[in-house]
């Protein structure tokens, strides 16, 4: 009866969306969508439910495209629940070797295990395909002062990483978002163990303390140039929150024979936070996709086109139309090089909005009809734009 209610609810809510893109309500009313295609070609779905200040993460499966899920699996115990408040805080989920998930989120006020001196923790639960989650690990050793972002990433090589910005010397009473320093914990045995945390951001830019990052491996495990990127807004003397990216060599994410490749993406000059979040995608190429927000407006732009130099500066796609309450841009690629680009309009504190998107084709361009809009974002939510092994797309929220 579930699967059959679920149907019926697609087929109302794709009705008029047209064929590359079919919009698909997460079951239940949960909140904050993350999804993943395993080597199955299932979905795999991250969903929050309950109290906001303290819910419960659980991830289904999809067989069909998202017409139908699977029962639901719990990513963790009572005792470390997961933070909705602000929609940048929301849980992460990665692929990693074997399909196996890896969850990374902001415990809640009361969740365990804490980090030091009883700080906020960024915990961390992995699982083997279709097997139950282990139970919940604090990654935080020394940089605490966790906010608003962080991700975690992992590949087929057995490389899992946890990134969070925080500031460097947490007894510092005047500390400003200047000192914030963008950390990396990483692990060579598919999340068994995590290294102790170290800074990645050079030059130093500090960060934006309650806006969202991400994080995404570029290309194939067994790819010589592949790359982590990492998406995070910059704090520059406190009046400059630009967007950066930063690229490290996976085999050296340790830092040991290169600094990071920094990138400036976009500027923005504002002395305050503004709780934006950003994206990353990736397509079967290797060319990395950026995804982020700038005065109310959102904005894709290739990093890289697998492996070779990144597009001249000012190549950034800005959604159509005028932009004033767009916020948390989501990306995704098909294999042919085809996006879907979504994000909200009029999405604010406690507030829900709309969903908005637009198709593109292969050469950048926008496809005619391919644009739509929908109420019906919760609040503290977001959409999710899912490329299908077909060529199309599933757009979740």
């Known amino acids: ?44 779905l991250l969903s929050f439910r309950g109290d906001p200040a ?19 699996r719990r990513v963790h115990a009572d005792t470390s629940r997961a933070i909705a408040v602000g929609t940048v805080r929301g849980a992460r989920l990665a692929l990693g070797r074997d399909d196996s998930l890896h969850v990374a989120w ?24 279709d097997a139950a989650f282990e139970p919940a690990r604090n990654a ?22 946890l990134v969070w910005h925080a500031p460097e ?46 994080a995404l ?30 690229a490290l060599a996976a085999d050296d994410l340790a830092g040991a024979r290169a600094a ?46 697998g492996g070779a130099a990144r597009p001249a500066a000012g190549a950034a796609k800005a959604a159509p139309g005028a932009g004033e309450s767009r916020h948390h841009p989501r990306v995704a690629v098909n294999a042919a090089g085809e996006r879907l680009f979504c994000w909200t309009e009029g999405t604010g504190w406690e507030r829900g909005g709309a969903l908005a998107w637009q198709f593109y084709g292969a050469d950048g361009k926008p496809v005619g009809g391919g644009a739509g809009r929908v109420d019906g974002v919760p609040a503290w939510s977001f959409g999710e734009p899912v490329a299908l092994r077909d060529g199309s797309f599933v757009l979740l929220y």
């Open 217 to 246: 491996f570029s290309r194939p495990a067994d790819a010589k140039d592949a790359h982590l990127w990492v998406l995070y807004r910059c704090a520059r003397e406190t009046k400059h929150r630009d967007m950066h990216a930063l």
């Open 1 to 44: 009866m579930i699967a059959a209610a679920l149907a019926l609810a697609f087929a109302a809510a794709t009705a008029g969306a047209g064929d590359r893109v079919r919009l698909v309500r997460v079951p239940g009313g949960a909140l904050q969508p993350e999804v993943v295609v395993d080597s199955r070609g299932a979905l795999v």
């Open 140 to 161: 935080i050793t020394k940089a605490v002062g966790l906010d608003g972002g962080f991700d975690v990433a992992a590949d087929g090589a057995g490389r899992v990483v």
């Open 260 to 305: 990071p490749r920094s990138l400036e993406l976009a500027e923005w000059p504002a002395s305050s936070c503004m709780m934006s979040s950003a994206a990353l995608a990736a397509d079967a190429r290797g060319a990395m996709v950026a995804a982020w927000e700038t005065r109310g407006q959102v904005y894709f732009e290739a990093l890289d086109e």
């Open 106 to 129: 902001m415990g809640s006020s009361d969740a365990q295990p804490r980090a030091p001196k009883g700080a906020t923790p960024l915990l961390y639960a992995r699982a083997a395909r």
């Open 169 to 214: 010397r947490t007894n510092d009473p005047n500390a400003d978002e200047t000192a914030r320093r963008v950390w990396l914990a990483a692990s060579d045995d598919d999340g068994k163990t995590l290294a102790a945390e170290h800074a990645i951001d050079a030059p130093r830019h500090g960060a934006c303390a309650c806006c969202g990052m991400r």
């Open 54 to 72: 303290g819910g419960d993460l659980s991830v289904a499966t999809s067989a069909d495209g998202g017409v139908t899920f699977g029962a639901a």
